[in-house]
């Protein structure tokens, strides 16, 4: 079995469904989106 077939199938699983739902509250949250934002644009400013 595939890593990518491994992680499908743990994402459809009950706890990789508490998984996802708890990454998708901490995301909603306005300064974790402002710490996403800068580790994006650190990282952008990296490859160039």
């Not at 509250?25 to 994006?40: T, V």
Request: no cysteine; net charge positive; hydrophobic share 35%.
């Amino acid at each position: 079995m595939s890593l990518m077939q491994r992680i499908s199938m743990f994402l459809r699983s009950p706890k990789g469904q508490q998984l996802v739902d708890r990454g998708r509250r901490e995301l909603a949250k306005p300064g974790n989106q402002q710490k996403l934002k800068g580790l994006a644009a650190r990282l952008s400013n990296r490859r160039r």
